[in-house]
């Protein structure tokens, strides 16, 4: 059965920082992995989402990475601000074609 | 604009009540799917639709039914059975089932048993 794991928890920076979100996953047959934003009392944004075939992809600040091999991504958020404050979510799609989240990380940003 | 819609954002059900949550697509998605969230937890599935007129359960089903009458429409119904429903409920949908697919979410539903 697929689990993922997202560290840290929680994340707490000064703005203008850059900073890296983990995610890890035990099985490494995934067809993609997706990174979410949630607002509290929100639904989900789909950030970037990542083919079991490419390497990385890229929206604006961010940058999401992945090593299926290892079963490992990350997404680098670079010069951090206020507004990006947020839960993240990583999940994969694999098996029986449904999602597996991670439990998220609470990431704030203080002016 | 194209998207996902859940209706209520809010619901209060009393003990022993059924109550229905609404989910509505306009993206000609054909897999549909809801998922139940708790305060530090991962989303958990509960129903997932390939196509219109099937639906499977997910990992949590028990006291939740679904159907699936119309490609647009896939509504949750939160039975007396579950014995634990207050929840942040969301429904997301995807282009197909199978491969390689992005999921897209509504702004979800929040449930509270008063």
């Known amino acids: 059965k697929q689990e993922v794991t997202q560290i840290p928890a929680a994340l707490s920076v000064p703005e203008g920082e850059n900073l890296v979100l983990n995610c890890s996953f035990t099985d490494s047959a995934i067809y993609n992995l997706q990174w979410f934003r949630q607002d509290p009392g929100k639904g989900l944004t789909s950030l970037l989402l990542?083919?079991?075939?490419?390497r990385e992809q890229t929206s604006g600040r961010l940058n999401a990475s992945l090593d299926k091999s290892s079963g490992r991504s990350t997404l680098y958020i670079a010069a951090s601000q206020p507004g990006d404050s947020a839960t993240y979510l990583c999940a994969v799609l694999s098996g029986y074609s449904t999602l597996t989240f991670g439990k998220g990380t609470m990431l704030l940003v203080s002016p | 604009d194209g998207g996902i819609t859940q209706s209520p954002k809010y619901l209060f059900r009393k003990e022993g009540q059924n109550v229905t949550l609404s989910c509505e697509q306009n993206?000609?998605?054909?897999?549909m799917y809801w998922y139940r969230q708790d305060p530090g937890q991962g989303l958990r599935l509960i129903y997932y639709s390939q196509i219109v007129n099937d639906f499977q359960k997910g990992d949590i089903a028990e006291g939740y039914s679904v159907s699936r009458e119309k490609k647009e429409s896939f509504p949750l119904t939160v039975t007396s059975a579950q014995k634990n429903p207050t929840a942040f409920y969301l429904c997301?949908?995807?282009?197909?089932?199978?491969?390689?697919?992005?999921?897209?979410f509504g702004q979800g539903t929040r449930l509270t048993v008063v």
């Open positions: 997301a949908s995807s282009s197909k089932w199978g491969g390689n697919t992005e999921a897209f």
């Open positions: 990542i083919q079991s075939s490419q």
């Open positions: 993206l000609n998605h054909d897999a």
